[in-house]
């Protein structure tokens, strides 16, 4: 019997190129990109983003300094020189209003007082901002500057503003950087069932009421859009939501996260072009893997799959936190990544740091799913290394294949495996399954997930499977958007505080998602 495509997936293949479209007109040539020399990270990262984006070859600033994450003021004077020297002598002074700095490129410059609202302390992109023009004074003086660009509503201009905005590409591994901009950029697809989640904690009424105020007013402001929005006001941390575009929680702050997961790890699915926001004071204090805790870090959210996140190096203080009231309105009216969070921001020359492609904007598609995931489960052997990946796909749109993506619970970090690529199917309605083992795996903890990969190049994320070879033969599955706990030793029951911990600190199933070209 001959089948006919779905009129579903030809609107998916139509979609496609419409996103690609977007971003090959989003001209990036007012974009810089800042790395380090001596950081193949930062190169490597430059050199995609650069690629991926069309950006110029003037507008990539190559500067020789350390690769540590903190720096002193005279390491910040020599960089700050060297961008610049270099702005001043391709004429890039006036016509760029994005900087955007690499992993590898310093994060953070220690000039004492590191929890005074007068600290000269501050992040190297938050200075940045302030460079060659009349906020330079700024750049490394005592206390916070109230941006120019707090609280507007109109597009940003260098001319304008006299200031650039500044934006990171950072996460626990270059992969993982890799494909935050794989998932984002200009015109990015999002499902118009995607979820935006707010999660007070009312515990913080009586000391900081505005920060959950501003929750309270922008779930009224989505609301009114029509979108698909969650606010929280219970002593709940809330977890395990999919499809999330928009999320803005206390993190490690929430009196009660530790009732429902580990460092406030929200445990989501992630929409392309998901935003973030979590009121912590040190939540961007590194991007080193694996993480040292105390606060929860953005690091993990970015980990998850978000695409965008604001952070602190330092205390910032409360008035600091982007107003999600502000971000999700801009966000929502077509403004980019940057223009959102600088706009919800009252300071520069402090502690922020926002993580993104500065250009990515969004826009609302019906929710369909090229690649339909059935299951994914893993069978462990207990004396021989051995990792048994299973999946199934219920259909499949120009499905090129997939690899298969590991991480340890120590360095969070996801990375392909090599020789683990699995070819598809193409583009298919009869359900296909696939295996592939990993071999020689050293015993401990770990999380597995699939990269899949369409004919276009599209790359999309699966959720994480977490296994343990090496301790017993044991079993896991990702089923039904859900797992199932996964198997212990032969005789051995599931402890009611196993269980528990189990529930409220795995992954739940993440649909695939829509990304863009690899």
């Not at 994480?464 to 996964?486: A, D, H, M, N, V």
């Amino acid at each position: 019997m001959k089948r006919t495509l779905p009129c579903a997936l030809i609107a998916v293949a139509i979609l496609w190129c419409l996103s690609e479209a977007a971003i090959g007109q989003t001209s990036y040539s007012d974009v810089a990109v800042v790395v380090n020399a001596n950081s193949a990270s930062s190169t490597t990262i430059g050199s995609y983003f650069k690629s991926h984006r069309s950006i110029p070859d003037k507008n990539i600033i190559t500067i020789s300094c350390s690769s540590a994450e903190e720096i002193d003021d005279a390491e910040f004077h020599s960089m700050r020189s060297q961008i610049e020297s270099y702005m001043q002598a391709n004429n890039l002074v006036n016509s760029i209003n994005y900087l955007v700095t690499t992993k590898g490129v310093p994060l953070k410059i220690n000039r004492g007082d590191l929890a005074s609202t007068n600290s000269p302390s501050a992040s190297v992109e938050s200075e940045l901002m302030c460079i060659l023009g009349s906020y330079a004074s700024s750049v490394g003086a005592n206390g916070r500057y109230f941006s120019p660009y707090y609280a507007n509503n109109a597009h940003f201009s260098r001319t304008t503003q006299g200031i650039y905005l500044v934006t990171r590409l950072d996460a626990y591994t270059t992969q993982e950087v890799l494909d935050l901009i794989d998932h984002s950029g200009p015109g990015t697809h999002v499902s118009s069932d995607s979820r935006y989640v707010l999660d007070q904690d009312p515990t913080w009424n009586e000391s900081a009421p505005y920060l959950n105020d501003y929750l309270t007013t922008a779930r009224s402001l989505l609301a009114a859009r029509g979108k698909n929005v969650e606010l929280n006001a219970d002593s709940v941390f809330v977890t395990s939501r999919q499809g999330v575009l928009g999320y803005v929680s206390w993190g490690s702050n929430d009196h009660n996260a530790d009732n429902f997961t580990t460092h406030a790890l929200p445990l989501n699915s992630w929409s392309p072009g998901a935003l973030v926001e979590t009121y912590v004071s040190t939540s961007a204090r590194s991007f080193e893997n694996p993480p040292a805790y105390g606060q929860s870090l953005i690091a993990d959210i970015i980990s998850e799959g978000a695409s965008g996140a604001k952070g602190y190096v330092y205390e910032p203080f409360s008035s600091s936190m982007a107003n999600p009231s502000v971000l999700f309105d801009r966000y929502t009216a077509g403004f980019n990544l940057a223009e959102s969070y600088f706009m919800a921001s009252r300071y520069m020359s402090w502690m922020d740091v926002v993580v993104g492609d500065p250009k990515t904007t969004i826009q609302e598609v019906l929710p369909q799913l090229p690649v339909q995931m059935s299951y994914l489960e893993a069978s462990t052997s207990a004396d021989h290394g051995l990792v048994q990946l299973r999946w199934g796909t219920l259909s499949e749109m120009n499905n090129y294949g997939f690899t298969v993506q590991r991480a340890d619970t120590t360095t969070l970090g996801f990375c392909d495996i090599g020789e683990s690529f699995v070819a598809g199917h193409g583009t298919t309605l009869d359900p296909h399954t696939y295996t592939w083992t990993d071999r020689n795996v050293t015993p401990g903890s770990y999380y597995y997930r699939l990269k899949q990969v369409d004919l276009a190049g599209v790359v999309r994320h699966g959720a994480p499977l977490r296994t343990t070879p090496g301790s017993c033969e044991g079993y896991g599955r990702i089923c039904g958007g859900r797992f199932s706990p996964p198997g212990f030793c032969s005789g051995t029951e599931l402890p009611e505080s196993v269980q528990s911990e189990y529930n409220d600190s795995v992954y739940r199933c993440r649909h695939w998602a829509r990304g863009t070209r690899h």
